[in-house]
């Protein structure tokens, strides 16, 4: 696993027409702009991402001279404290965003004695080598439901035998009362389509046997998933919907959980609900944060 690594982008290739109906994941990621990446790294990592980061790096097999891929990376969090935790780690960034990757070069070059590289690249199949990392790992993918099993298993690709691979992500119930709202909005406005996206929304996120599964479909073995519950908290309906961390993940993982490229009608609806359902209380949502983990076994794809 020593050397150098080649790493070119790759494309992600022409859309279908189904691909057409919601903007992609990788468009999402993309749309990631210079002031968003500074929004996302002063507001919404401490917020909220800490919330899978810190998990993740709890799980984490610790390791001398690991490599570590880190797919989906954003603006590099928390790739120092897996440096920290990993004596002599090179960690390998890769994310579909030019701005987030500059801030996180930025970072990492403030960092002596910490090896860490950036590389824009917006397919869930990364450019980065197969069987080249002892641990690889993404932190609440920006990606439809139907595409997890495909980044499982780059993860497993990426790994070198007995790699640990770490996944981060809403489960099941996450955000449960935007849904509820959300549920409320289709019956009132008598919308039977948004109301029957909603139920597949919520059934598509993963409980803990369904992400254990899918870890060892990707041919991951010793798999463990582990759950933790937090909640967000809100002073009003405006606050929830224009906070950071519900305008750079929240809202982009429900429009890609719903497969709807617009849903400003039932946000708005879910920012009036608020205000009158909690209007002698904060807002508080739920996030049931799961983080997965396995070991690719030697002989495996």
Known sequence: MGGELAVTPES????????????????????????????????VVP?????????????????????????????????RGFARRLHGAHVIGVDASSAA??????????????????????DLATALPASAFSHALTLHPTIRPEERGRLVAELARLLAPYGQGLIALPMRGSFQEIMDLFREYALKFDDSEFGHSVE???????????LSQELEDAGFDFVDVELRTSTLTFQSGRDFIEDPVSRILVVPDLRLALARADISKPLNYVRDAIDKYWSE???ELTVHVGCGTGRRVAGQA
């Open 200 to 210: 597949r929304a919520t059934a598509s996120r993963p409980t803990v046997e369904i």
């Open 47 to 79: 917020r909220y991402l800490s919330l899978f980061g810190e998990f993740a790096l709890d799980l984490i097999a610790e390791s001398d001279e690991a490599r570590v891929a880190h797919v989906n990376c954003r603006t590099g969090y928390p790739d």
């Open 12 to 43: 992600s290739g022409a859309h279908s027409s189904a691909d057409l109906l919601i903007p992609s994941a990788s468009d999402l990621r993309a749309n990631l702009g210079g002031a968003e990446a500074a929004i996302l790294e002063t507001f």
């Open 281 to 283: 209380a904060p807002f």
């Open 101 to 122: 990757i500059e801030l996180a070069r930025a970072k990492a070059a403030t960092m002596p004695g910490m090896v860490m590289s950036y590389v824009v690249s917006a």
